[in-house]
């Protein structure tokens, strides 16, 4: 009996490293991981020109309209 559980924890460990992920899906998933943390910091520095954007035109639509009172 002593055998037979020893078999089993062998087969268990044996199974358990199998079903681990390969070397291959692990570099497709750190490739896959820099394409997103890229694709993010993309969108967060397209959002930051559209900020940046949107605050010089408010300013020179405000510098536009003092001047127009100034006048």
Do not use: H, W, Y
């Not at 002593?2 to 078999?7: D, E, L, N, V």
Request: with cysteine; proline share 1%; charged share 20%.
């Amino acid at each position: 009996m002593k055998i037979f559980a020893q078999i089993l924890v062998v087969a268990g460990l044996a199974t358990f490293v199998a079903c681990g992920p390969s070397a291959e899906q692990l570099a497709e998933q750190a490739r896959l991981d820099s394409i997103r943390i890229a694709d993010s910091i993309a969108l967060v520095e397209a959002e930051a020109v559209r900020i940046q954007d949107s605050i010089n035109a408010a300013l020179a639509a405000d510098t536009t309209a003092t001047e127009l009172v100034v006048e």
